[in-house]
């Protein structure tokens, strides 16, 4: 017969692990320590927002690890997900910096995607959310093609685009969203923000990755309800006589006080809006 105190005394650190286990699956979850790790990671390297849809589309090592740690949490937000997104972070940063996250051509790289359409598309069901999309890129992508500019991929309702010059991208940018207001589907016409950033972002594999790609998705974040936005380095670069010739004027952005403020833009770098002259 066994003897019960040599039975308990081998289940304790069984449940020694237990316990600690499950104190850590608790604080893995718990909202303030996640919400200190994020706010950690703004004193970090790189972008804080690295591991959102935009920031890890794309090939490149950092990238790739982060879609595979996140398909493995689930896209559940946890602490051990934000201190992974961290280290990520940092090293997607050191990439950048020496020379392997940019590239030697400069473009001019443009975002972008239609404003609230994944509420519109809940409502209109498949048929007619196919119809609309097969409509907005008739619009949209022509313009595109037609100013010499390369549509690198297509992202459910907005695509990634680059161009050779900051001029043809504006130029093709207007057209497509005056194309885009002719579009009508049982009453409704969509709306679509764009952003656009001039920069060196590497290219591999018919993909670009880096810093600037990052920037232009945040262009793109900052047109809120459909607007169309620009970094300060291709608002400099631009012609003034393409303006004029489009019949638009660019200034600077102003934030409003209740919305959030923009993650992943170096301090350098500032906003610009498109108007209409008219």
Known sequence: ????????????????????SSKLQAANRRADVIGALRRARQQLPGDPSFGDPLSVTG????????????????GAPTAAREIGFGALQVWQAGLERIGRGRGTEEVTIVFTDLVGFSSWALTAGDERTLELL?????????????????????MGDGLMAVFSSPDRAVRAAVAARRNLAEVDLDG?????????????????????LGVDVNIAARMMEAGGNGNMMLSSTTEAALRPETLLELGVTVKPYKRPFWAA??????????????????
């Open 1 to 20: 017969m066994s003897d019960p105190a040599e039975a308990d005394t081998g289940t304790r650190p069984a449940r020694k692990r237990a316990q600690i």
């Open 59 to 74: 090939p490149g090592g950092a990238r790739a690890v982060a879609r595979a740690a996140d398909k493995i949490a689930g």
């Open 134 to 154: 097969r409509k907005v890129a008739k619009a949209i992508e022509p313009p595109v093609v037609e100013r010499g500019g390369q549509v690198v991929k297509r």
């Open 188 to 208: 409704y016409t969509p709306r679509m923000r764009v952003g656009l950033h001039t920069g060196s972002p590497r290219e591999i594999g018919g993909d670009w």
């Open 261 to 278: 403020p923009l993650s992943g833009i170096p301090d350098e770098i500032k906003i610009f809006r498109v108007h209409s002259a008219s």
